[in-house]
């Protein structure tokens, strides 16, 4: 009975414990498991702290804003790999992508032999009305030499406000010299990179990003291929790494003519829940649409082809997606820096999260799967894990991991070594070559179609490019550039006609040894399938 006592007094003796020890805790730190605001307020004092003796104590001076940068980039990598810390001298250039639009002459340029070298002047822009053309030299601004400019100071001295003036002194192809009067005007930073018809009836739009003038575009580039004869499309959104999720929604719509849901979404609170209702007003179902995506296509690319797939509008083609099925909020901070949040997750209209696992603090993992060879083997031996759902006509498609595609068309372009370093080469030896010889044989040139289907370059043309670029003191692997020969007069002839016509009939040129556009062309029979369901 005494032993039965002691047992009995123990439970008791350990509740005595337990309450003094709690009286012996501070308030402030019960609270922190229920108030993060305590804990932060605890922090932000440990913060000073640290702050206070480096500024002091450490051996070198310190940059105390690149410091903050620094801690602040430190917090976001705690959280999922897209919520981010902006420093105010990258926001600047990120809020022009997204806004659509700058303030300048207008021009793709790069730095060749020392002069501002203009490799298009942008659609609608006062270079394009001046008259500007690919090749040409601006040799001065506004009286001044331009020679070694840096990129950094072209755009000081060509951007600024609309109105302004701006006198350039262009040398052309050909040895003719003058000055150009350009007044600046707000320049669009378009979403659709080229549209232009891959043959009598189909139609080809390449959208590069989801900016605020998307929708505008993809309409405009739809109705000029319609007037061309458009009666089916390729919609590319390989390597389109999204941008705002209304424009996704915007473009999607396009697509359906029926009262459905496009995407949706889910955050922490009620107002971060929102629902993208087709418009049948808005849309057409009347033609066979492919979508083309590949493991570079994310965000609103995959809402697109999402919705295309659930809805068993049109066929989705190419390789598994990026996956990332996470929406972010742009919030501005007080010193012109930003934060990018994630605030809620999307989903398609069957309901799938195709966001790919990830590990908070580690990116690496996450970003190198883009990178494997195999990646779609391996993701096809996965696929028995992931969730399934079902489209509105009942087929089987899969969350947890991007849009696989309807049907998978891998990327096969190899190129030897010696032609990748010729194509990326500072000295640009296709442009300028192209450019010359289009400078010199323009009256050679009839139609575009014309162009396309028959005129070619030859041997000769082949080893005078070589002889070009060995001029120039590039490095040159003949035996390699032998094996891609083929490819590399086709590029050549693809900057003759971006010289001649423009970036729309340069990027057709190329699309002929783009493996996964022609071989999305034996597609549109099962394509053309959907219009009967979606009806």
Do not use: C
């Not at 396009?254 to 007003?281: C, H, W, Y």
């Not at 996965?382 to 991007?402: C, I």
């Not at 000769?460 to 070009?468: G, I, K, R």
């Amino acid at each position: 009975m005494k032993n039965k006592n002691i047992f009995l007094r123990v439970p008791f003796a350990l509740t005595v414990i337990t309450v003094a020890l709690f009286v012996l805790i501070p308030l402030s730190q019960i609270l922190y498991s229920k108030n993060p605001y305590s804990a932060i307020e605890g922090k932000f004092k440990v913060m000073n702290q640290i702050l206070y003796y480096i500024n002091q104590l450490y051996f070198e001076n310190v940059d105390m804003d690149e410091l903050m940068d620094g801690a602040f980039q430190g917090i976001f990598k705690k959280l999922d790999p897209h919520s981010i810390y902006i420093p105010a001298k990258q926001q600047e250039e990120i809020d022009e992508l997204f806004r659509g639009s700058f303030q300048g002459i207008g021009i793709e340029f790069d730095i060749l032999n020392g002069y501002i070298t203009v490799i298009s002047p942008v659609a609608d822009s006062p270079s394009e009305r001046a008259g500007l053309m690919p090749g040409d030299q601006i040799i001065s601004i506004n009286g001044e030499d331009a020679y070694e400019i840096t990129k950094k100071d072209v755009f000081k001295k060509l951007r600024g406000p609309k109105g302004t003036e701006v006198v350039i002194t262009i040398n052309r192809l050909g040895g003719d010299r003058f000055d150009v009067n350009i007044v600046r005007d707000d320049i669009p930073i378009y979403s659709v990179r080229a549209s232009l018809m891959l043959d009598s009836e189909t139609g080809y739009i390449w959208l590069t990003r989801f900016s605020a003038t998307t929708d505008e575009e993809v309409r405009t580039a739809f109705n000029k291929l319609e007037a061309q004869g458009m009666k089916k499309l390729i919609l590319d959104l390989r390597n389109n790494s999204g941008g705002y999720l209304e424009q996704a929604a915007a473009i999607s719509n396009l697509f359906i003519a029926r009262k459905d849901t496009l995407v949706f979404t889910k955050g922490k609170s009620k107002n971060m829940e929102q629902v993208f209702i087709a418009d049948p007003t808005q849309g057409r179902e009347d033609y066979p649409l492919i979508v083309l995506i590949n493991r570079g296509s994310a965000s609103a690319s995959e809402i697109v082809a999402g919705s295309v797939q659930d809805l068993d509008r049109g066929l989705v083609v190419g390789e598994t997606s990026f996956g990332k099925g996470l929406v972010q909020r742009q919030l501005p901070l007080n010193d012109g820096s930003a934060m990018r949040v994630t605030i809620a997750r999307y989903y398609t209209p069957s309901g799938r999260l195709i966001q790919r696992p990830y590990s908070n603090g580690d990116t690496k993992d996450y970003y190198k799967d883009l990178y494997v060879e195999n990646r779609e083997t391996v993701l096809d031996s996965l696929k028995e894990l992931r969730p399934k759902y079902k489209t509105r006509a009942g087929r089987v498609v899969y969350g947890g991991g991007g849009i696989t595609p309807d049907q998978h068309i891998a990327w096969d372009l190899k190129l030897q070594k010696n032609t990748q370093k010729l194509l990326t080469h500072t000295k640009r030896p296709f442009f300028n070559w192209g450019s010359n010889y289009a400078s010199n044989h323009r009256d050679e040139f009839e139609t575009f179609e014309t162009f396309m289907s028959y005129w070619k370059l030859d041997e000769n043309d082949f080893q005078l490019f070589l002889e070009y670029a060995s001029n120039k003191e590039i490095e040159l692997n003949s035996e390699e550039l032998e094996k891609d020969k083929d490819y590399i007069l086709n590029m050549l002839k693809s900057e003759i006609a971006g010289a001649h016509w423009g970036k729309d009939e340069a990027i057709g040129v190329r699309l002929n040894y783009d493996n996964q556009v022609m071989t999305a062309l034996n597609y549109f029979n099962e394509a053309a399938g959907f219009i009967n369901n979606s009806q």
